[in-house]
């Protein structure tokens, strides 16, 4: 970007987030340009022509907003987003307490094979402070994030066994593009990225009794998570390939495996706040409720975005699943999606008990 450009991207910035803190301390604004640069050749021209800022203040609260600007000085249009880093900060924390459960590994002597294990202990206290700090900051009405429960969870990070602490890594790499890639595809649609239409469209379910114009609501957030999912997809096999040297069938089964694992954890995550708020809400009730106008519950997101993963994975349709015609790359897929979700849940139940048990 033109530093003309930049210079009207800050002055707009500042005049909407007056108490927003400087670029230079916006740690998650370089993370994120970091990762889309990191993940491949579709993510990271993002990182160059999108001006991108985060902020904790409470008036972008847990959205995003994008939009474009015109520069004042050179005249140019160019695309911003400004994040709301609180559900960013609730997706990081969660995924890596995570990592905590995988803590057994059992190498047998005379080859190099180990295995990792997940603990019958798990989740403890320990995990479950960081959980309620995760929520906490969430929900909060603290115009800034502090440091609060990071020493602590910066050491469990730093125990963690070597292998289950760099699929985490990844994964929590993709969730949060995923979130990132979501609100973008709000500003530039993949329909109209290139030249010809392309990206996959979403349907709703026939009967589902909400009114017309939030079935194009929903419609438009199912079809912003499918095609933030492949626009990830084609860019993180092109660095399996490229970087890792790997056969094309193993580029995008490792890439799917990642890519999806992560897409679900953001949506999980998105689900217990979601539930934590309205309690569990079936589709029906969803469809009529005053909380979902814009959005459907995250578990049906969560669902139409496994449907849309199966077709990208093996090029196969809806029906196909339903057949349960399953690859040996779905198979691969679905079970890290399950493995990592059986987790999650296994954390948000225990937070569940431990909550009511600590009043
Ligand atoms: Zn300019
Ligand atoms: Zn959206």
Same mark, same amino acid.
């Given at each position: ?12 910035f500042?005049?909407?987030?007056p108490?927003?803190?400087p670029?230079e301390?916006e ?8 990762l ?5 050749k ?10 991108v ?7 972008l ?6 939009? #474009?600007?015109?520069?004042? +000085?050179?005249?140019?249009?160019? /695309?911003? !987003?400004?994040?709301?880093?609180? $559900? @960013?900060?609730?997706?990081?924390r969660?995924?890596w307490?995570?990592?905590t ?19 019958f ?25 502090g ?10 990070? #730093?125990?963690?066994?070597l +292998?289950p602490?760099?699929i985490? /890594?990844? !994964?929590?790499?993709?969730?949060? $593009? @995923?979130?990132?890639f979501?609100?973008?595809q709000?500003q ?14 979403v349907?709703?379910?026939n ?8 079935a ?24 399996f ?24 954890a953001? $949506? ?11 309690g ?5 009730a969803?469809?009529?409720?005053s909380e ?8 049906f ?5 496994s ?20 690859t ?11 493995s990592?979700?059986q ?7 225990g937070?569940d ?7």
């Amino acid at each position: 970007m033109k530093s003309c450009c930049v210079q009207a991207g800050e002055r707009f910035f500042a005049s909407n987030y007056p108490w927003a803190m400087p670029i230079e301390q916006e740690s998650l604004t370089a993370h994120l340009l970091n990762l889309c640069k990191k993940w491949g050749k579709i993510t990271s021209p993002f990182a160059e022509n999108f001006y991108v800022r985060s902020t904790s203040s409470l008036q972008l609260g847990v959205d995003a907003k994008t939009g #474009s600007l015109k520069c004042d +000085a050179c005249g140019d249009i160019f /695309d911003f !987003i400004f994040i709301g880093n609180r $559900l @960013f900060f609730f997706i990081w924390r969660i995924n890596w307490i995570c990592a905590t459960y995988w803590d057994t590994q059992d190498e047998s002597e005379g080859n190099q094979l180990s295995f990792v294990s997940g603990s019958f202990d798990w989740p403890r206290n320990e995990h479950l402070e960081q959980v309620r700090t995760a929520f906490d900051m969430y929900f909060g009405d603290d115009p800034f994030l502090g440091p609060e429960g990071l020493t602590e969870l910066n050491r469990q990070i #730093s125990e963690l066994i070597l +292998a289950p602490a760099i699929i985490h /890594d990844y !994964i929590i790499d993709f969730a949060e $593009l @995923f979130v990132l890639f979501h609100e973008i595809q709000h500003q530039i649609p993949m329909s109209q990225m290139g030249p010809k239409p392309s990206g996959v469209s979403v349907q709703l379910p026939n009967n589902l009794g909400c009114s017309s114009r939030r079935a194009n609501w929903w419609i438009a957030e199912l079809t912003h998570d499918a095609n933030s999912l492949y626009l990830l997809l084609l860019s993180a096999v092109s660095v399996f390939l490229d970087k890792f040297g790997m056969t094309p069938n193993d580029a995008k089964t490792q890439a799917a495996s990642l890519v999806c694992t992560g897409a679900d954890a953001a $949506l999980h995550t998105l689900q217990s706040l979601e539930e934590l708020r309205y309690g569990k809400i079936d589709l029906e009730a969803a469809a009529t409720s005053s909380e979902f106008v814009r959005h459907p519950p995250s578990d049906f997101r969560r669902n139409a975005l496994s449907l849309a993963s199966y077709s990208l994975v093996t090029g196969k349709s809806t029906a196909s699943l339903l057949r349960r015609e399953f690859t040996d790359s779905w198979k691969t897929v679905a079970q890290n999606v399950a493995s990592h979700m059986q987790v999650r849940d296994r954390l948000f139940r225990g937070y569940d008990i431990w909550r009511q048990t600590e009043g």
